[in-house]
């Protein structure tokens, strides 16, 4: 119950390593607040299923700033302040890196305006209220994506990269009411990349130091870690790929 009391927003909280992060914050006494965009139902069964009480869902679309001002003006009146603001929410779509025909500029500044954009403007919206706490952190999930070009498509890596660079910057700037993290995972079995199937993250694993699939948990273990023993750390990024990166 180290967490007892302090109030999370989790963004793309309805699904993967986002509901398994709200799971186990729920677990460490927070209050989460789960962000969906179209997983309405999903966040609702989700909340049965947190541990405590006093969670809540709210509505956040990353290409849409005033769904994030609704959700500030919720969360300042139902809780009075927010401690951690986790941005699990992303979206890819499978490119071949060599199809750049298919990754039209237009599709590409969409991909970059979502994740990027996205993250940004949500972090901005919230920076106020998170600066009336005392233990306020916020983390990014990013992915090894960013620093290796290799992922679901090139835009999807620039995206990231770019979040990661962002991290650096805010947490120089926001520095010391706000602590900033990134945390990158590679291959996570959720459905996150579509067509991609258990077998094939099984065969990625394999090629991988630790030869395991990297499970929603492992990530969301990661998170809790950054918010409960790594509070000497800001503007870096924290690797959960079983060593895929160098591999
Ligand atoms: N799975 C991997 O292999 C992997 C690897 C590295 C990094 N990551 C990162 O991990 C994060 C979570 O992904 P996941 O693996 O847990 O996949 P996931 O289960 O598909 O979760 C993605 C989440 O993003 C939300 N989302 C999508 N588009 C959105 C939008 N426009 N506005 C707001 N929310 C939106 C979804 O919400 P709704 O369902 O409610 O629409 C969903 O909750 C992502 O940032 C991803 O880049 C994943």
């Known amino acids: 119950m180290e967490l007892k009391n302090k109030v999370a927003l989790v963004t793309g909280g309805s699904s993967g390593?986002?509901?398994e992060t709200a799971k186990i914050l729920s677990k460490n006494g927070c209050k989460v607040v789960v962000g969906y965009n179209r997983g309405e139902k999903r966040a609702k069964n989700l909340i049965k299923k947190l541990y405590n009480n006093g969670h809540n869902i709210v509505k956040i679309d990353l290409r849409d700033q005033?769904?994030?001002?609704?959700?500030?003006?919720?969360i300042k009146k139902t809780y009075g302040k927010l401690d951690y603001?986790?941005?699990?929410?992303?979206?890819?779509?499978?490119?071949?890196?060599a199809d750049i025909s298919s990754l039209t500029p237009e599709k590409f500044n969409m991909i970059i305006n979502i994740n990027t954009g996205g993250t940004y403007s949500i972090i901005r919206t919230f920076v106020p209220l998170l600066n009336l706490s005392k233990s306020a952190t916020i983390v990014n999930v990013s992915s090894v994506s960013a620093f290796t070009g290799s992922g679901s498509n090139i835009a999807y890596c620039a995206a990231k990269?770019?979040?990661?660079?962002?991290?650096?910057?805010l947490a120089r700037a926001l520095g010391p009411k706000i602590r900033l993290l990134s945390v990158s995972p590679a291959a996570v079995a959720t459905?996150?990349?579509?067509?991609?199937?258990?077998?094939?993250?099984?065969?990625?694993?394999?090629k991988t130091p630790l030869?395991?699939?990297?499970?929603?948990?492992?990530v969301s273990l990661a998170i809790l870690a950054c918010l409960?023993?790594?509070?000497?750390?800001?503007?870096?990024r924290i690797i959960v790929d079983g060593g895929h990166h160098i591999k």
């Open 66 to 74: 005033n769904c994030s001002e609704v959700a500030k003006k919720f």
């Open 17 to 19: 390593i986002g509901a």
């Open 228 to 236: 409960t023993h790594l509070k000497s750390s800001t503007g870096t």
């Open 211 to 218: 030869k395991k699939v990297i499970k929603p948990k492992d």
């Open 191 to 206: 459905n996150f990349v579509e067509g991609r199937t258990f077998e094939n993250l099984k065969n990625i694993a394999k």
């Open 161 to 169: 990269a770019a979040i990661d660079t962002m991290t650096i910057s």
């Open 85 to 97: 603001l986790i941005n699990s929410a992303g979206y890819t779509e499978p490119i071949n890196h």
